[in-house]
């Protein structure tokens, strides 16, 4: 089988990444619609080339040695309305629509439901892969379904909500699923008239001259708040050439947040000033506050990778970094926040083409 016209050789990830580092794939096919994703399968289970499924690129680390096979990108950025059920709008959204014009276009039609979510960069498809969440509000609030494409066998198939896992940050796209299903459209309910209160206290803060602020008022108070942590990627910022969150905020049992308690004593720190937040039978403490208190603080430089100097949970590319110096600075953060205050932190970011390099990271909370 010849290798489709739209298919190229040794294209380059790095560029095509936030963090900015990574080496090539081997081949790289960017599908413009589902016939061409399904070609691009095809010739690569005939060629017996491994599969790699790539969104916008703005939460994965790619390592050095690049990608061995195809690597794949879906560009579809179709909008469809599905459905009008009085104040609820159900809409389709191809995956490759961009995340942040997703949200615009949202706020200008008044429809609630993700002007919380403004700013995050990447592409539709990946967000019910790490169900999304910013300043009080998640994907799992709005999402309906998501249609894919069985990679095996070249199938559509629509998953309801109810069957995805989604959790904090994962899904089951994420983890038992990866790499067996490209997402091909997401859908969604959104609700039209005014949005709901602020919940998350940043955002309250930031909207407390408004007494009944409105969904163009939301979005425009957490654009700020991003910006303010270089959380909107900006290529004017220097911190710019990250993944944003590197890892997760860990989520405690009771006796797990003793022992935290107890730890911060230990190495002189007020326990009474650590954030925690209820979420379920667990607490939700700051993986950025913990980063801090382990003496990794904003702005930290390790040669050409670092800590964004506006936020110490996000891992910079300083300039002409290398994806190992990455994972060097995430182990010694994931070390040191472990053996100072005896939590385990996750990492957010998907890591392609790593071994064992990495898997004490990955393996942090199992």
């Known amino acids: ?26 081949y790289l096919a960017r599908a413009s619609s589902v016939d061409q994703a399904r070609d691009a399968l095809e010739w690569a289970r005939v060629q017996g080339h491994p599969l790699t499924i790539l969104g916008g690129g703005s939460n994965c ?5 690049g990608l061995d096979g195809l690597v794949l990108q879906f560009l579809p950025a179709q909008r469809r309305t599905l459905e009008r059920h009085g104040d609820r709008v159900h809409i389709g959204v191809a995956a490759g ?3 942040d014009r997703l949200v615009d276009w949202s706020v200008k039609h008044g429809l ?89 206290g940043q955002l309250q803060d930031a ?21 303010s942590k270089s959380m909107v990627y900006d290529r004017k910022d220097p911190n710019h050439r990250s993944a944003g969150s590197f890892f997760m905020n860990p989520r405690l049992l009771d006796d797990d947040l003793i022992a935290l308690e107890e730890k911060l004593v230990e190495q002189g720190i007020d326990s009474e000033a650590l954030p925690r937040y209820p979420d379920g039978d667990r607490w939700k403490v700051p993986a950025a506050w913990l980063i801090e208190a382990a003496g990794f603080k904003k702005g930290l430089e390790r040669g050409p990778v ?11 590319n300083r300039g002409r970094a ?20 005896g939590v385990r932190l996750w990492p957010e970011p998907v890591f392609l083409g790593f071994s064992d390099s990495v898997r004490e990271l990955l393996e942090a909370n199992k």
Request: proline share 3%; hydrophobic share 40%; net charge negative.
């Open 61 to 65: 680390l790619v390592a050095d040695e």
């Open 112 to 200: 609630c439901g993700l002007e919380c979510l403004s700013g995050i960069p990447g592409l539709v498809g990946a967000a019910p892969m790490q169900n999304i969440g910013a300043y009080g509000q998640q994907l799992d609030n709005v999402l309906e379904a998501v249609t894919v494409l069985d990679v095996a066998t070249g199938q559509e198939e629509r998953i309801n909500r109810d069957e995805l896992g989604l959790g904090y940050r994962t899904s089951h796209l994420k983890t038992e699923w990866a790499g067996r299903f490209l997402v091909l459209e997401v859908e969604m309910i959104l609700r039209m008239g005014a949005p709901e209160s602020p919940r998350y």
């Open 306 to 316: 670092g800590l964004s100097s506006n936020h110490s949970l996000a891992l910079i």
């Open 322 to 341: 290398q994806a190992q110096d990455l994972v060097n600075l995430a182990r010694e953060i994931h070390q040191g926040v472990a053996e100072r205050l």
């Open 207 to 227: 909207l407390s001259g408004a007494r009944e602020p409105d969904l163009a008022q939301v979005r425009d108070a957490v654009l700020k708040l991003r910006r």
């Open 97 to 99: 629509h961009d995340w």
């Open 1 to 26: 089988m010849r290798r489709p016209g739209f298919i190229q050789g040794r294209a380059s990830l790095a560029s095509r990444c936030t963090l900015a580092v990574g080496g090539d794939a081997d």
